[in-house]
């Protein structure tokens, strides 16, 4: 056993019996897991079939995306990533296996996250033009991908419903229309730039197109940051959903995507459903949705170990029984929080103690530190072996040996262990070998290559038919 990887096999000796008591609902066996497993199987499969998807709560929506990357993909492409409160306009210059890239970050403020859809879409097209502007490329017809990271029906590779708003949005007048138009409208209405949107995506989506350019083992792609999801490579024959005329039923395969953060709305995971969770949920902007999410994702992570915080301190546990305003405050326990607390080495608490003093706690005793430590390591473990669970789900789906998973988001690529808790996890609760493998510019490379293969396709289609 390599000595960086004590936190694997981490027993807590030195955290008292009714700390880990009120912990205990955290902490999942690989039985609870494979419970976890079985039941997401059963609606992936609920998702895919053409009786059941209306009905099922892990959609499994079809991408339409039939062709991963080659290699022989060349020009200019742009690519659009709206999933946040920032978004990314990238151009990506491709030229057989270099690529050359550009990108830019535009801020989303809260009042058009929560405005009308015509002023959020006329912002990314203003933002856009600007972008498209400074590179002197306004006279040039530029593929876009987009990828919108949100559930999206999705009727062909350029028509995508908004099913819902997740992650603090609410535009008015989005909801079951087709984003794709609503943003070729405000391209449009300014008419100052030549941008033809080949492809919508989801990020997930976007991140196993990004890896499976470098890697062509690559068939599943996850979100764990602000949100989390997956999608993979289903056959084609399994995806009885898919709308027909819009794919290739000669093709044999199928991205999906998953939009597992919805799973458990049904309570199929009621069984490892903890008070905090529920108190998370009654209090979030979309109570009884995105259940798996929120067990999982950054967004809830850092308010999660909070709330078990404030429990210890109410009981008299940690830090005399005292606590501070601000750690009485939803919110302020930051998920960042819980990585660099995580990443001061055993037995050593400075990231910790700065933390604590940010939240108003001086003075705190080694032991409350190692207390504090030990909340944030249970919480985290916990998301990381509940992706864990799905990925090894997907994996059974696939069914091959040499998989690589292509990983993007805040909590995978920050927290010190994440990875490390992944990996071994998934080896336990299935036996096929596997790779992760983390994503570089991940969903934004990915849509400008979705956007590169759809614009290859249409130019052979178009070629073959003259």
Same mark, same amino acid.
């Given at each position: 056993?390599?000595?960086?990887?004590?936190?694997?096999?981490?027993?807590?000796?030195?955290?008292?019996?009714?700390?880990?008591?009120?912990?205990?609902?955290?902490?999942?066996?690989?039985?609870?897991?494979?419970?976890?497993?079985?039941?997401?199987?059963?609606?992936?499969?609920?998702?895919?079939?053409?009786?059941?998807?209306?009905?099922?709560?892990?959609?499994?929506?079809?991408?339409?995306?039939?062709?991963?990357?080659?290699?022989?993909?060349?020009?200019?492409?742009?690519?659009?990533?709206?999933?946040?409160?920032?978004?990314?306009?990238?151009?990506?210059?491709?030229?057989?296996?270099?690529?050359?890239?550009?990108?830019?970050?535009?801020?989303?403020?809260?009042?058009?996250?929560?405005?009308?859809?015509?002023?959020?879409?006329?912002?990314?097209?203003?933002?856009?033009?600007?972008?498209?502007?400074?590179?002197?490329?306004?006279?040039?017809?530029?593929?876009?991908?987009?990828?919108?990271?949100?559930?999206?029906?999705?009727?062909?590779?350029?028509?995508?419903?908004?099913?819902?708003?997740?992650?603090?949005?609410?535009?008015?007048?989005?909801?079951?229309?087709?984003?794709?138009?609503?943003?070729?409208?405000?391209?449009?209405?300014?008419?100052?730039?030549?941008?033809?949107?080949?492809?919508?995506?989801?990020?997930?989506?976007?991140?196993?197109?990004?890896?499976?350019?470098?890697?062509?083992?690559?068939?599943?792609?996850?979100?764990?940051?602000?949100?989390?999801?997956?999608?993979?490579?289903?056959?084609?024959?399994?995806?009885?959903?898919?709308?027909?005329?819009?794919?290739?039923?000669?093709?044999?395969?199928?991205?999906?995507?998953?939009?597992?953060?919805?799973?458990?709305?049904?309570?199929?995971?009621?069984?490892?459903?903890?008070?905090?969770?529920?108190?998370?949920?009654?209090?979030?902007?979309?109570?009884?949705?995105?259940? &798996?999410?929120? #067990?999982? *994702?950054?967004?809830?992570? %850092?308010?999660? !170990?909070? $709330? /078990?915080?404030?429990?210890?301190?109410?009981?008299?546990?940690?830090?005399?029984?005292?606590?501070?305003?601000?750690?009485?405050?939803?919110?302020?326990?930051?998920?960042?929080?819980?990585?660099?607390?995580?990443?001061?080495?055993?037995?050593?608490?400075?990231?910790?103690?700065?933390?604590?003093?940010?939240?108003?706690?001086?003075?705190?005793?080694?032991?409350?530190?190692?207390?504090?430590?030990?909340?944030?390591?249970?919480?985290?473990?916990?998301?990381?072996?509940?992706?864990?669970?799905?990925?090894?789900?997907?994996?059974?789906?696939?069914?091959?040996?040499?998989?690589?998973?292509?990983?993007?988001?805040?909590?995978?690529?920050?927290?010190?262990?994440?990875?490390?808790?992944?990996?071994?996890?998934?080896?336990?609760?299935?036996?096929?070998? &596997?790779?992760? #493998?983390? *994503?570089?510019?991940?969903? %934004?490379?990915? !849509?400008? $290559? /979705?956007?590169?293969?759809?614009?290859?396709?249409?130019?052979?289609?178009?070629?073959?038919?003259?």
């Amino acid at each position: 056993m390599a000595q960086e990887k004590w936190y694997l096999f981490e027993k807590w000796e030195n955290i008292e019996q009714p700390i880990k008591e009120i912990c205990k609902d955290l902490v999942l066996s690989n039985a609870q897991l494979k419970m976890v497993m079985k039941n997401l199987t059963h609606e992936i499969n609920r998702g895919l079939g053409k009786e059941t998807h209306d009905d099922a709560i892990v959609k499994c929506f079809t991408t339409y995306v039939q062709d991963l990357p080659n290699g022989t993909e060349k020009g200019n492409f742009l690519a659009l990533d709206l999933g946040g409160t920032n978004f990314r306009v990238l151009l990506i210059t491709l030229d057989g296996e270099n690529f050359d890239m550009k990108s830019k970050i535009y801020a989303i403020p809260q009042s058009l996250m929560l405005g009308s859809g015509t002023q959020l879409f006329d912002h990314i097209a203003q933002c856009l033009a600007l972008f498209v502007k400074e590179l002197k490329l306004e006279k040039e017809v530029l593929p876009l991908g987009f990828t919108f990271s949100f559930p999206l029906t999705q009727y062909g590779l350029t028509k995508g419903m908004l099913v819902r708003w997740t992650k603090g949005f609410n535009c008015s007048g989005v909801v079951n229309e087709d984003v794709v138009a609503l943003l070729e409208a405000a391209i449009a209405k300014r008419n100052d730039v030549r941008i033809d949107v080949c492809a919508i995506l989801n990020d997930t989506t976007g991140t196993l197109m990004s890896c499976a350019w470098k890697n062509h083992g690559c068939k599943i792609g996850l979100i764990v940051g602000t949100g989390s999801n997956a999608c993979y490579v289903e056959k084609t024959k399994n995806v009885e959903c898919a709308v027909p005329g819009n794919f290739s039923p000669a093709k044999p395969h199928m991205l999906i995507n998953t939009e597992w953060g919805a799973f458990g709305e049904n309570g199929t995971l009621d069984f490892i459903i903890t008070e905090f969770d529920k108190a998370i949920d009654e209090n979030s902007i979309n109570p009884g949705t995105q259940i &798996f999410e929120k #067990m999982i *994702s950054g967004m809830y992570m %850092g308010e999660l !170990a909070r $709330l /078990v915080l404030e429990k210890l301190v109410d009981a008299g546990l940690l830090f005399n029984g005292r606590c501070s305003t601000d750690l009485r405050k939803k919110g302020k326990f930051f998920t960042k929080y819980v990585s660099e607390i995580e990443a001061d080495p055993k037995g050593k608490y400075t990231n910790c103690r700065e933390i604590l003093s940010e939240l108003g706690i001086s003075n705190a005793a080694d032991q409350d530190c190692e207390n504090v430590r030990y909340v944030c390591s249970v919480v985290s473990r916990r998301a990381a072996h509940l992706a864990s669970a799905g990925i090894a789900c997907l994996l059974n789906k696939i069914g091959e040996d040499n998989v690589t998973v292509g990983i993007d988001g805040s909590v995978y690529r920050f927290h010190p262990h994440f990875h490390d808790l992944m990996t071994e996890k998934i080896s336990q609760l299935q036996s096929y070998k &596997f790779d992760l #493998m983390l *994503s570089e510019d991940g969903s %934004g490379r990915g !849509a400008a $290559l /979705v956007a590169a293969v759809a614009a290859q396709k249409r130019h052979e289609a178009s070629s073959s038919g003259s």
